[in-house]
């Protein structure tokens, strides 16, 4: 069956460094995949998307990567801040043409001042 | 551009009762997608609607369940005779034509089942 991997250990990294979160699938030949933040009681806000013929996309102080060989993507926070604290989830278009998206169940991102 | 808005942010209902939770997407989005998340949960999806249409509602329950989204006005996710495994955070989320848009999601309704 198709599986969206997240770690769902919180992740706590010092302010300043680099946050780098993990997202792996199974059984998705996804055309896109996006990354949101979620901040308790609120809705996602989307972040970033890339394609499935993009390796690497980043905006500001965001970095993300996708290896369809891996099943994998990463999404990398340089310059964490406490303000950064958030739960991100990945997330999966798995067919061209069709937009429904599929969530990760999220990983929780502390950063320590 | 007031983004997606969502009514009520806040619902509570007895068991036995319906529910209505509202969704009004972004102004030019054609596209509408309901999601539940249970606490400490992922979302899961419920049902992807284009006006007039259910374009997939694979993920909603076939009993008590429904969704719409008229011509005209906001869109309804509708829940009769709620139980308290209902309550939940339902969110609705909107994107314009297009693959390569994010969803642009409101706020919520936190629904309670007492």
């Known amino acids: 069956s198709q599986k969206i991997e997240q770690n769902s250990e919180a992740l706590n990294i010092q302010e300043g460094k680099t946050a780098t979160l993990t997202c792996n699938y199974t059984?998705?030949?996804?055309?896109?995949l996006q990354w949101y933040r979620q901040d308790p009681g609120r809705g996602p806000v989307f972040l970033l998307l890339?394609?499935?013929?993009?390796k690497e996309k980043r905006k500001e102080r965001l970095k993300v990567t996708f290896d369809t060989t891996l099943k994998q993507s990463l999404f990398h926070i340089t310059a964490s801040q406490p303000a950064d604290s958030a739960t991100y989830l990945c997330?999966?278009?798995?067919?061209?043409?069709?937009?429904?998206?599929?969530f990760g169940t999220g990983t929780k991102l502390q950063v320590i001042p | 551009n007031a983004g997606v808005m969502q009514n009520p942010r806040h619902l509570v209902r007895r068991r036995g009762q319906e529910a209505r939770l509202r969704c009004s997407p972004m102004?030019?989005?054609?596209?509408v997608y309901w999601y539940r998340q249970l606490p400490e949960e992922g979302l899961k999806f419920m049902v992807y609607?284009?006006?007039?249409?259910?374009?997939?509602e694979s993920g909603m329950p076939k009993e008590r369940f429904s969704a719409e989204f008229p011509k005209e006005g906001p869109s309804i996710l509708r829940i009769q005779q709620v139980v308290r495994g209902d309550s939940a955070a339902y969110f609705c989320?909107?994107?314009?034509?297009?693959?390569?848009?994010?969803?642009?999601f409101g706020s919520g309704t936190r629904l309670t089942v007492v």
């Open positions: 890339i394609r499935e013929n993009e």
């Open positions: 102004k030019g989005h054609s596209h």
């Open positions: 609607l284009q006006k007039e249409n259910i374009i997939d």
């Open positions: 997330a999966l278009t798995g067919t061209r043409g069709y937009q429904k998206v599929t």
């Open positions: 059984n998705y030949s996804p055309a896109y």
């Open positions: 989320a909107s994107s314009p034509q297009g693959e390569d848009y994010g969803y642009t």
